[in-house]
T-cell receptor, first 115, second 117 residues
Framework: AQSVAQPEDQVNVAEGNPLTVKCTYS??????LFWYVQYPNRGLQFLLK??????LVKGSYGFEAEFNKSQTSFHLKKPSALVSDSALYFC?????????????FGKGTRLHILP | EAQVTQNPRYLITVTGKKLTVTCSQN?????MSWYRQDPGLGLRQIYY???????DKGDVPEGYKVSRKEKRNFPLILESPSPNQTSLYFC????????????????FGPGTRLTVL
């Protein structure tokens, strides 16, 4: 069965510093991996995804994520954090061998960027 | 503007009083889904639909019903709400018009905050 874990409930980063939000997964086949962001009182917005190909994926708002098959990880990164990046971030995974079409979301990581 | 809309955005009700939360998308998406978001539990899928008249259970379907009579609409029905259904609900959609629909990101509505007293 597929699963996804976000080991940190909250991450605090000073503005201008690099940030990392961690995500690990478990699948039977190949993973389709997604990152979403949720701003206060808003729905989730898509940031980026990994399906196949280059392990470094670039997305919206200057975010990127690195797919690491050996470590089964898909950490979200940004070189220089902005206060406006403060939000709730969700990692999600779909298993290529899962025939019931489900996508599993992590529990979310709250990112605080400190001015 | 391409969007997913939900109504109502906020609802306070009492135990046992049937309610419906509507969801509509204007992107001609085949796939639609309902999630609930609870603190410490993240997003959990309630029901999803691959196309008109095709629905299936997600991870937490108990106490909910859905229907998909039209492509654009996917209402969530709580026949007899209970306090443990107090939550933030999101509707989402994506295209599934190809073999590779699993690759596609979902578009989310703004959410419906439901309180059952």
């Amino acid at each position: 069965a597929q699963s996804v874990a976000q080991p940190e409930d909250q991450v605090n980063v000073a503005e201008g510093n690099p940030l990392t939000v961690k995500c690990t997964y478990s699948v039977s086949g190949n993973p389709y991996l997604f990152w979403y962001v949720q701003y206060p009182n808003r729905g989730l917005q898509f940031l980026l995804k990994y399906i196949t190909g280059d392990n470094l994926v670039k997305g919206s708002y200057g975010f990127e994520a690195e797919f690491n098959k050996s470590q089964t990880s898909f950490h979200l990164k940004k070189p220089s954090a902005l206060v406006s990046d403060s939000a709730l971030y969700f990692c999600a995974v779909r298993d290529s061998e899962n025939r019931d079409d489900k996508i599993i979301f992590g529990k979310g990581t709250r990112l605080h960027i400190l001015p | 503007e391409a969007q997913v809309t939900q109504n109502p955005r906020y609802l306070i009700t009492v135990t046992g009083k049937k309610l419906t939360v509507t969801c509509s998308q204007n992107m001609n998406h085949e796939y639609m889904s309902w999630y609930r978001q609870d603190p410490g539990l993240g997003l959990r899928q309630i029901y999803y639909s691959m196309n008109v008249e095709v629905t299936d259970k997600g991870d937490v379907p108990e106490g909910y019903k859905v229907s998909r009579k039209e492509k654009r609409n996917f209402p969530l029905i709580l026949e007899s709400p209970s306090p443990n259904q107090t939550s933030l609900y999101f509707c989402a959609s994506t295209t599934s018009g190809s073999l590779y629909w699993s690759y596609n990101e979902q578009f989310f509505g703004p959410g419906t905050r439901l309180t059952v007293l």
